[in-house]
C-alpha cells in the first residue's frame, strides 16, 4: 500500500516511510491511495476475538509493509492488561437498546489519545529499522489536552526518539497540565505556548515546513516526526475501534449483523470521527456519522454550509480538548470527497491560510450532507448532559463525551432517526473533576487534582490508579514561550 500526499498526488511512499515522516514535506497529509474493503465474512471473523487480534487484522489491510506477526505483537504490548484496566479495551456500554456508549479512556492517560499513542511509538520504531535511518526522530506534538500526555507516555524512553510537547498556556484542564508536567522520562519536553491551541498547532506545522529548521536539525543528527493525527499512524489505529464495537455489539445480540449503525464523535480537530469515516467507507455499516462540537461550532457550520471559516471569537470552555478552530484532519476528508483531487484540495488550505475560510464545490457539499450531521453544545448544554446522564442513566461522563450525548439527542429530535447510535467517551469524568462536580450539583474545592477525592466521595466511581498516583507527584517541567518562540525550543530542547 502506497501513501500520497492531499497536496500531491506524486509524492508515493510506503506505510513504514508515511509513518516515519508524519507530515509530508509540502504541508499536506499523508493519506491511503486505497481504502481496503470488508465485508460480512470479515467481520464475522472478528466478533470472537480479542481486541488485540482485531487491531492486527484491520491494520494489516493498510500497512502492507509490515507483516500480521509484528502488527500482533504490537497490539499486545499495547493494549496489554498492564497497560489498560480492562481486557475488552475499548467496552461498549448499552445505555438502552438503541444508545451505546464507546469506552475509549481505559489506558495509561485515561482519554483516547491512548488507543492510538501506545500503539505509534511500536509502528514508529519499526518503520526506522525497516527505512535504515539513523537519525534520531524528534516528535513534536500540539496538544489541546489529551495527545501531549498520551505521547509523552508512549515515547517516554523509546530508543532513537526524542518527544517535545507544546500546550496552550491556561488552556488545558488542572489534571490534563499535572498529567504533562510531571511526565517521567528522559528523552520528554514539555513547553506551555502563551496562546490557544491553534496557535500552538500552527506552530509545529510552520517549524515542520521550514527548510532551515529540518537542516539545521539533520546536522545535529535529528529529524522531525509527528504524533499527532497529522500522523497516519494515529488515524488508523482510532479506525480499529469503530469495526470493534460494531463486532462487540453483534456479539451481544445488541445487533444483528448487516445492520446499520450511527457513530456520535465529540471532536475538534476531526481525526477521531475521520477514523469513523474510513470505517465506513471499507464497508462498516454505518448509516450517519455525527459531528459533536462544542461552543468552538466551527465544524457544525461546515457541515451545515460547505464553508469553512476560522475567522470566528475563539471560546475556552469545560471541553478544552475540543477548543479547536482549525480541523487539520479535515483536510484528509476533502482529498477523498474531492476524488483525490489534490490541486483543489490544495487551493482550499491556501484559502485558509490567506484569508481564514474556504468554500468546497457543490460535489462535495452534498457527500457532505449524505455523510454527515453536525450540531454544537454549549456550556448549559454540556452541564445538563452530565447531571442527566448521571442522575437518570446512573453514568458518570466527562466534559466532551456530555457534548457527544447532547448532540446525539439534537439529531434525534431534528430528525426523528432511531437508528442505534453508538457516542463516544473521549476521556474519564476525573480528568475535568471540577466541571463534573459541578454538573451533578457538588461545590468544588480547589482546581487541582485534591478534586479526584471528591468526586470519588460524591459518586462512588472509581478513580483511575494513574490518575490517583499524580497526588503529591512533583512538577519536572515549568517551560513556557510566546508562539513566535517555538522554533528556539526546538532548538534548545535538540541541542
Known amino acids: 500500500m502506497k501513501y500520497l500526499s492531499t497536496r500531491d498526488r506524486s509524492v508515493h511512499m510506503e506505510s513504514a516511510?508515511?509513518?516515519?515522516?508524519?507530515?509530508?514535506?509540502?504541508?499536506?497529509?499523508?493519506?491511503?491511495?486505497?481504502?481496503?474493503?470488508?465485508?460480512?465474512?470479515?467481520?464475522?471473523?472478528?466478533?470472537?476475538?480479542?481486541?488485540?487480534?482485531?487491531?492486527?487484522?484491520?491494520?494489516?489491510?493498510?500497512?502492507?509493509?509490515?507483516?500480521?506477526?509484528?502488527?500482533?505483537?504490537?497490539?499486545?504490548?499495547?493494549?496489554?492488561?498492564?497497560?489498560?484496566?480492562?481486557?475488552?479495551?475499548?467496552?461498549?456500554?448499552?445505555?438502552?437498546?438503541?444508545?451505546?456508549?464507546?469506552?475509549?479512556?481505559?489506558?495509561?492517560?485515561?482519554?483516547?489519545?491512548?488507543?492510538?499513542?501506545?500503539?505509534?511509538?511500536?509502528?514508529?520504531?519499526?518503520?526506522?529499522?525497516?527505512?535504515?535511518?539513523?537519525?534520531?526522530?524528534?516528535?513534536?506534538?500540539?496538544?489541546?489536552?489529551?495527545?501531549?500526555?498520551?505521547?509523552?507516555?508512549?515515547?517516554?524512553?523509546?530508543?532513537?526518539?526524542?518527544?517535545?510537547?507544546?500546550?496552550?498556556?491556561?488552556?488545558?484542564?488542572?489534571?490534563?497540565?499535572?498529567?504533562?508536567?510531571?511526565?517521567?522520562?528522559?528523552?520528554?519536553?514539555?513547553?506551555?505556548?502563551?496562546?490557544?491551541?491553534?496557535?500552538?498547532?500552527?506552530?509545529?506545522?510552520?517549524?515542520?515546513?521550514?527548510?532551515?529548521?529540518?537542516?539545521?536539525?539533520?546536522?545535529?543528527?535529528?529529524?522531525?516526526?509527528?504524533?499527532?493525527?497529522?500522523?497516519?499512524?494515529?488515524?488508523?489505529p482510532q479506525v480499529v475501534y469503530y469495526i470493534s464495537a460494531y463486532c462487540d455489539l453483534v456479539r451481544d445480540g445488541k445487533l444483528n449483523m448487516g445492520e446499520k449503525v450511527n457513530f456520535c464523535v465529540p471532536t475538534g480537530n476531526f481525526g477521531d470521527i475521520l477514523a469513523a469515516y474510513y470505517a465506513k467507507r471499507m464497508g462498516l455499516p454505518v448509516e450517519r456519522l455525527i459531528c459533536a462540537s462544542n461552543r468552538n461550532d466551527v465544524l457544525t457550520d461546515f457541515l451545515r454550509t460547505g464553508i469553512y471559516d476560522r475567522n470566528r471569537p475563539f471560546h475556552t470552555t469545560m471541553s478544552p480538548s475540543m477548543d479547536i478552530l482549525v480541523s487539520s484532519n479535515l483536510e484528509r476528508l476533502l482529498f477523498d470527497l474531492s476524488g483525490e483531487n489534490d490541486a483543489e484540495v490544495r487551493s482550499y488550505m491556501e484559502s485558509l491560510t490567506k484569508e481564514g475560510r474556504y468554500e468546497v464545490s457543490d460535489s462535495i457539499k452534498a457527500a457532505l450532507r449524505e455523510q454527515y450531521w453536525g450540531g454544537f453544545c454549549d456550556e448549559a448544554g454540556t452541564a445538563d448532559a452530565i447531571a442527566d446522564f448521571y442522575h437518570h442513566k446512573g453514568y458518570l461522563i466527562d466534559t466532551h463525551t456530555a457534548v457527544a450525548a447532547h448532540v446525539m439527542e439534537q439529531y434525534r429530535a431534528a430528525t426523528g432517526d432511531r437508528t442505534p447510535t453508538v457516542f463516544v467517551s473521549t476521556a474519564s469524568p476525573y480528568k475535568f473533576c471540577n466541571h463534573v462536580l459541578a454538573a451533578i450539583g457538588g461545590t468544588p474545592k480547589g482546581d487541582g487534582v485534591e478534586l479526584l477525592d471528591q468526586l470519588h466521595s460524591a459518586t462512588g466511581v472509581p478513580v483511575p490508579r494513574r490518575l490517583a498516583a499524580l497526588k503529591g507527584k512533583e512538577r519536572r517541567f515549568h517551560l513556557d514561550c510566546e508562539k513566535a518562540g517555538m522554533d528556539g525550543v526546538v532548538l534548545d530542547f535538540l541541542r
Not at 496562546?195 to 515546513?209: C, L
Open 17 to 236: 516511510q508515511a509513518i516515519e515522516m508524519g507530515l509530508s514535506r509540502d504541508g499536506g497529509l499523508l493519506t491511503p491511495e486505497r481504502i481496503p474493503q470488508i465485508d460480512q465474512t470479515f467481520l464475522e471473523s472478528l466478533v470472537g476475538v480479542r481486541y488485540q487480534e482485531r487491531a492486527a487484522r484491520v491494520m494489516g489491510l493498510y500497512l502492507t509493509d509490515y507483516t500480521e506477526a509484528e502488527l500482533l505483537t504490537f497490539a499486545e504490548n499495547a493494549y496489554g492488561p498492564e497497560k489498560f484496566d480492562t481486557e475488552a479495551v475499548a467496552p461498549v456500554r448499552t445505555l438502552d437498546d438503541a444508545t451505546h456508549c464507546l469506552e475509549l479512556w481505559h489506558g495509561p492517560t485515561s482519554a483516547f489519545k491512548d488507543m492510538a499513542l501506545q500503539m505509534l511509538p511500536q509502528l514508529l520504531s519499526a518503520a526506522l529499522k525497516k527505512t535504515g535511518e539513523d537519525k534520531t526522530a524528534c516528535i513534536l506534538v500540539a496538544t489541546s489536552g489529551d495527545t501531549g500526555k498520551a505521547a509523552m507516555e508512549g515515547f517516554a524512553d523509546v530508543p532513537q526518539t526524542k518527544i517535545l510537547v507544546f500546550y496552550p498556556k491556561d488552556g488545558v484542564s488542572k489534571v490534563q497540565e499535572a498529567q504533562m508536567v510531571t511526565q517521567e522520562g528522559k528523552n520528554v519536553g514539555v513547553c506551555a505556548v502563551v496562546g490557544n491551541f491553534d496557535d500552538a498547532q500552527a506552530g509545529v506545522k510552520r517549524i515542520f515546513s521550514d527548510e532551515k529548521m529540518r537542516q539545521t536539525l539533520a546536522e545535529r543528527g535529528y529529524f522531525l516526526s509527528s504524533a499527532n493525527s497529522i500522523n497516519w499512524g494515529r488515524i488508523l
